[in-house]
């Protein structure tokens, strides 16, 4: 199968994720992998666009599992030689009416969206084929909640030298501080999901950087995006898009022609760049 190009979305059994497999079973000529941490829903999800006329193959995902991560990265170096489109649209987020403490929150909030979506792309990207593409679904809350961090983290966060390992440090560092109910007096704002997008979208930047070094002349692209406000589980049914337009953005990025190097390592929103 090593001449079949391949897609896979995260946590795509329902919301943006699944309208992002629903757009790419259309359009992408290849393979589409529709994923979830629990294979009932996933198989469900599947009947689902069954039932619309499409067939995306499944397999299982839960990105905070590293061994199952690691599972689906055999699968793909096996069946395909690689991977030629990546997703990373799995996420979570606490209602606002949620009396989860906020140290919970972030030790939570912080292990998916961070630390497993980082895990997802340490395992995945190096399959990445050339020409690939590469989205993390991040929020326009990245760019919102950066103005609340201290000048200091702002700077570190702005900054176009930050290493992967330091941004790391930064997170665990919220999280820990979160616990010690110091992140207010240490710079953080009391915005888990946020800062946890803001740790998306600078790990974007910082992976762009590094495939422009290790993997240089490939036309590998990848940008982190805001979907928009998605009637979904998580956002409710007063926000403004459908799942099929909140996957338009992801989907634009995920299907890149080759012919063009940009947009590379940014964060985009209703297909237009935001400022960092
Ligand atoms: P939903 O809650 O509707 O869907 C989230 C998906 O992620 C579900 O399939 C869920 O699976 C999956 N997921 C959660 N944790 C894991 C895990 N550990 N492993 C694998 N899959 C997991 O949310 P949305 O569709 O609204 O959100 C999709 C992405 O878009 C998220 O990253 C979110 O932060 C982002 N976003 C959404 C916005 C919106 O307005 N909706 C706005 C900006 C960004 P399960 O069903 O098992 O829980």
């Not at 170096?77 to 209602?95: M, P, R, S, T, W």
């Not at 992140?183 to 600078?202: C, D, L, M, R």
């Not at 240089?216 to 990848?222: H, Q």
Request: glycine share 8%; aromatic share 6%.
């Amino acid at each position: 199968m090593a001449g079949v190009r391949v897609a896979v979305v995260t946590g795509s059994n329902k919301g943006v994720g699944l309208a992002v497999v629903r757009a790419l079973c259309r359009q992408f000529q290849g393979d589409v992998y529709l994923t979830a941490r629990n294979p009932q829903l996933g198989e469900e999800a599947v009947k689902t666009l069954n039932n619309e006329g499409l067939c995306p193959l499944f397999h299982q995902l839960d990105i905070n599992d590293l061994k199952s991560i690691r599972a689906l990265q055999d699968f793909l170096k096996e069946k395909y030689g690689g991977l030629d489109v990546l997703v990373n649209n799995a996420g979570i987020a606490f209602k606002a009416a949620d009396t989860t403490p906020f140290a919970i929150q972030a030790e939570v909030i912080l292990k998916t969206n961070f630390f497993g979506t980082r895990n997802v792309c340490n395992e995945l990207l190096p399959l990445i084929k050339p020409n690939g593409r590469v989205v993390n679904v991040s929020s326009i809350f990245s760019q919102t909640t950066l103005p609340k961090c201290s000048p200091e983290l702002q700077e570190r966060f702005r900054s176009a030298t930050i290493t992967e390992d330091e941004l790391v440090k930064l997170m665990e560092t919220f999280v820990k501080d979160a616990g010690n109910g110091v992140h207010e007096e240490n710079g953080w704002p009391s915005f888990a999901y946020g800062v946890s997008k803001i740790g998306v979208t600078v790990l974007s930047r910082i992976q762009a950087r590094q495939l422009k070094e290790s993997r240089k002349g490939e036309g590998i692209l990848l940008n982190a995006c805001c979907p928009g406000w998605v009637r979904t589980d998580m956002a409710g049914p007063n926000a403004t898009k459908s799942p099929d337009e909140g996957a338009e953005t992801p989907v634009y990025l995920a299907l890149l022609p080759t012919s063009v190097d940009s947009p590379f390592g940014l964060l985009i929103s209703d297909k237009k760049v935001l400022a960092w």
